[in-house]
């Protein structure tokens, strides 16, 4: 499929490199110790914080997903999308003022604090699992298929040059260089994907052409319980659990929110966050029902890469490809970053409490590099889970996400909850989300006889999520009743009920005239989320 690029291309390719490079690497000369390291010496602002957040969050595996699942089903899947909208407002309103004030590095810590040291191994050890099977893979396999595509590298190479690209100013510079070159990466990423919907748009001959081009489902996103891939019952009630997890107690978001220089530039961003998502499902998912309408026999995770190969002339590619590599190369910075926080932090630290900033610093400089290797080794096996790597992401977060949304909320609103329920809840849902991994990846190549396990594999797994969160939350209530009430170290400030200086510092802002503007923000964002869902029932 691909069709080459022009000197303009590779000159508008270069020119967003070394922007990038530049970014990071001025950055990387201002970081001494762990707090600058990893997170930025927490004197970022809001709007720093709002357009990495985006960043971070929009990768290869979006233009390609989105896109793809777009073409194959419609606009459903851009319910994460807007739901992550008014989730995000969670993080900011409902949880950051916790993180903040307890001045933690990671949410692995902010568990221990809470409810155990057990908790805390289990989520570091448990979140940089994930970034192997989700993160760090899907983003390698799912850039290495646009460059294919578009560049006409084997997928393979691709991955290395990328990492390699993305790991040097990463490693250099830490969080600050990641959060600054993901400001420049946003306004690329929103750049190329707005030049390639228009153009799309127009070849098609407007939004008119576009209906009638696709089945007229396309255009409804609430879809019937029997629908495979996304049910509304499981969009209800299932994808708000994964967004918790994701948006409000993930390390690879929420270090961004711990680096703000107060809790109302963290709000700000979360809220600014929320504004920018809605976009992705006109600029990445329209892009793949257009790709359906002009190209119908069109593969589900092609969609994209057919655009920009087919679609866009000689001098606009590059700045279309140069908006991939800024989602891609965003997401693989914030994954290093994030997991050698993990490692460093919650490992290294824990194990040698007396080591010094330099050496923790050097030391989460080198912590990618097998997180790194063993991402390229796990991407052959994402096909044996789904077609679209879309909905390949959002299953294993189906199967990862459950209880921990369950510890997190179950820890800030319900004091009751202690160590012992915590790390019951949090096994439980290990063991039912392996084993449905598990059987759905034997089930995918070989149908399983075995009538229980075959149903567990064939479920839904949106409303296998739902399923989970009832069970690790069962599990928790449980075994915190049946056993001895958390002390009052594991509350003060940490939940709601005991949560006297957070209150205190809530007081302190409330007049300001930036926590009004960002009640008022919020409640438009709310208003205009609701709007957009009536108007693609």
Known sequence: MFTGIGGIDIVVIGAYFLV????????????RTAAQYFLAGRHVGWFAIGASLFATNISSEHFVGLAGSGAATGMAVGHFEWLACLIVLMLGWVFAPFYLRSKVFTMPEFLERRYS???????TLVSILSYVLTKVSVTLFAGGLLLKQVMGWDMYTSAIVLVIATGVYTIAGGLAAVIYTELV?????????????????TELGGIGALQQGVPADFFHMFKPISDPNFPWTGIVFGAPILGIWYWCTDQYIVQRVLSAKGLNHAQSGTIFAGFL???????????GIIARALYPGIAGDEAYPTLVTRLLPIGLKGIVIASLLAALMSSLAACFNSSSTLFTIDIYKKLRPDTDERRLVNVGRAATAVLVVLGILWVPFIRFISSQIYVYLQSVQAYISPPIAAVFLFGVFWPRANGKGAIAALFTGLFFGALRLITELIHSQNPIAFTPLAALAEINFLHFAVFLFILCSAVLIFVSRATAEPEMANLRGLTYRYAESVAGAARTESKSSARRLNVVFSGVLVLTVLILWYMFF
Not at 117 to 123: G, P, T
Not at 278 to 287: D, R
């Open 20 to 31: 990038v490079l530049g970014v990071g690497f001025y950055f990387s000369r201002k970081e």
């Open 117 to 123: 040291s057990a908790s805390r191994w289990y989520l």
């Open 185 to 201: 990466q946003t306004f690329v990423l929103i750049g190329g994907a707005v030049t390639l919907t228009v153009i799309g748009l």
């Open 277 to 287: 998502k809605i976009l992705p499902v006109f600029i990445l998912v329209m892009p």
